[in-house]
């Protein structure tokens, strides 16, 4: 079995920034297999959403909401991918997964809460 142990969330001001980090451990095949890690996120009453994802080929992807202002970044050598947000907005409020897909397989952190707020 492979874990994600997510870290980094909490309250922060409309403007400030925040920097998610994801560690995975586990099965040493799968995570030498890893395909691709990559945040999500779900606000309260919708449907969780795709931030940014990096894969082992290509560059990152993000959604539209978040270009220009979030940043994706995988440490291989850590397991660990980290999401580095800046100029955060109230509609970011959300809670964050990790997500990891190894081996055909896909993994997902137990989430961790934004909150953008004055």
């Known amino acids: 079995q492979v874990q994600l142990v997510e870290s980094g969330g909490g309250l922060v001001q409309p403007g400030g920034s925040l920097r998610l980090s994801c560690a995975a451990s586990?099965?040493?095949?799968?995570?030498?297999?890893?395909?691709?890690m990559g945040w999500f996120r779900q606000a309260p009453g919708k449907q969780r959403e795709l931030v940014a994802i990096?894969?082992?080929?290509?560059?990152?992807n993000y959604a539209d909401s978040v270009k220009g202002r979030f940043t994706v970044t995988r440490d291989s050598a850590k397991n660990t991918v980290y999401l580095q947000m800046n100029s955060l907005k109230p509609e970011d409020t959300a809670v964050y997964y990790c997500?990891?897909?190894?081996?055909?397989?896909?993994?997902w952190g137990q989430g961790t809460q934004v909150t953008v707020s004055s």
């Open positions: 997500r990891m897909t190894s081996a055909g397989l896909t993994y």
């Open positions: 990096i894969t082992s080929v290509g560059a990152p």
């Open positions: 586990g099965n040493i095949f799968n995570i030498n297999a890893i395909s691709s």
